[in-house]
């Protein structure tokens, strides 16, 4: 960069450089994550937008904001939860870690990374919300 007196005082010039830098390392930041939204629903079901059958679908260690609106449910937790949000693995059904919240009613965000191996796993309630409890659960794919 070209400082000359007529554009730009002696501060300017001065701090050009530094100014120059951060903006560079400003654009180098990590991309915002994607927001998901998801329903846990009253009647013991997750629900999603536009979706007869929710599914989320990521790509493998992509970045991603959950954003859960719980509501409200027959049953709670001693700690006041009325639902559960658990990423298992489908072959097995082990949890995949750093993926278990517990879901109070309102709305909730949940920033994490998705699993680095590609394939199908299952999400699931872990909060005896209903009766129904054993129907809240929906596929969750991770793309390579």
Request: aromatic share 8%; hydrophobic share 45%; charged share 25%.
């Amino acid at each position: 960069m070209r400082c000359s007196a007529r554009h730009f005082t002696w501060v300017a010039c001065a701090l050009a450089p530094a100014i120059g830098t951060f903006a560079f390392a400003r654009a180098q930041q990590a991309p915002v994550p994607r927001v998901i939204e998801v329903l846990a629903d009253h009647d013991s079901r997750f629900r999603m937008a536009g979706m007869k059958e929710p599914v989320i679908t990521v790509h493998a260690n992509e970045l991603v904001t959950l954003r859960i609106t719980a509501r409200k449910a027959k049953n709670r937790n001693r700690d006041g939860s009325i639902h559960g949000f658990s990423l298992l693995r489908a072959k097995d059904r082990s949890r995949v870690p750093g993926w278990d919240f517990l879901l109070k009613p309102g709305v909730q965000e949940f920033t994490v990374r998705a699993p680095s191996d590609p394939g199908e796993y299952v999400v699931v309630c872990t909060v005896i919300c209903s009766d129904d409890h054993e129907g809240m659960h929906m596929k969750f794919l991770v793309l390579p």
